[in-house]
């Protein structure tokens, strides 16, 4: 395995009034190395810390102590540039909403000043079209739907070209038709480029962890360990609903009660 990311021994907790000890542990001695061009899926339950994982990895959040942050080999922490090579995508899709969603592209481009401006023509038309708004550029986030405003913000994230993309439950606001429309979208648009981008999904969705990983982090509830690390072999595009899908998402849901001690 080719490590993207390493994360090696990271304790961190937050202050919380309500526990005896006046804090609340979400790791301790934490470690995890993420595989170069896999599209790893960050599956735990609620509050078991998997935002604040992307935030230690993109370097907006210390932990309390780690023996390393390590991306591409040189730890984050005496080179914080390393940060440029990645992108956020959030929940919702966060485009201000004065600007066209060509310039909200642009904005991400200008904000990150990672790509020279003679390329942002091309990369925005290129990525736009790519997720299927070649035409709708031109618009305000308030005139298209809510699956057309989350893809922007996805334009506005790999128009840079970044090598990590950090994702935060993407999807999760969205209908489940356009939600899984988003997910045919990002994986077709993730296959097609020679060199793969490493992508780190949060969700707690089962279903959507095993429809869009090559790789599955299973997390405990606070401190969080992993409980499970599968790795998903199957052909792109993948339906929700292939017989080898569905049984990936059956062990995942066995794994989740027997391991993270949560049912359904
Ligand atoms: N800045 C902060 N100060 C204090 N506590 C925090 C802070 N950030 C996160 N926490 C706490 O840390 C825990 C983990 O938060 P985090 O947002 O990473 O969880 P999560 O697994 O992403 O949850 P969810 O699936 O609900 O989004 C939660 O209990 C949260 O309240």
């Known amino acids: 395995m080719i490590p993207k990311v390493s994360l090696d021994n990271i304790d961190l907790s937050f202050p919380d009034a309500s526990r005896p000890d006046g804090r609340k542990v979400i790791y301790e001695d934490f470690s995890l190395q993420i595989e170069k061009g896999s599209f790893t899926v ?8 998997k935002s604040t ?3 230690i990895i993109n370097g907006l959040l210390k932990p ?10 040189t730890d984050l922490r005496s080179e914080p540039d390393l940060s440029r090579q990645m992108a956020y995508v959030f929940q919702g899709p966060r485009l201000l909403r004065w600007k066209t969603l060509a310039e909200n592209a642009e904005f991400g481009l200008r904000g990150l000043g990672v790509q ?9 038309d290129k990525y736009f079209r790519a997720v299927g708004l070649g035409d709708a550029q031109h618009l305000y986030p308030h005139q298209v739907s809510g699956g057309m405003r989350q893809r922007a913000s996805i334009v506005r994230a ?8 950090l994702m935060d439950e993407p ?3 969205l209908d489940e038709i356009t939600a899984a429309e988003m997910r045919r979208i990002l994986t077709n648009l993730w296959t097609s480029e020679e060199e793969r981008r490493t992508i780190v999904f949060v969700t707690h969705d089962i279903s959507e962890a095993a429809q869009l990983a090559t790789d599955i982090i299973m997390l405990t509830p606070a401190p969080s360990k992993i409980c499970l690390r599968r790795k998903v072999d199957l052909p792109w595009p993948r339906r929700m609903d292939s017989d080898e899908v569905i049984a990936v998402e059956k ?14």
């Open 53 to 55: 994982l992307l935030n």
């Open 251 to 264: 062990e995942l849901r066995h794994a989740f009660a027997e391991r993270a001690g949560i049912g359904f």
């Open 171 to 173: 999807f999760s606001h």
């Open 158 to 165: 790999w128009v840079n070209e970044p090598q990590i993309l």
């Open 42 to 49: 960050l599956l735990g339950p609620s509050g078991c810390g």
């Open 116 to 124: 020279p401006r003679e390329k942002w023509r091309d990369l925005i």
């Open 64 to 73: 309390n102590t780690a023996r390393g942050i390590v991306i591409d080999g």
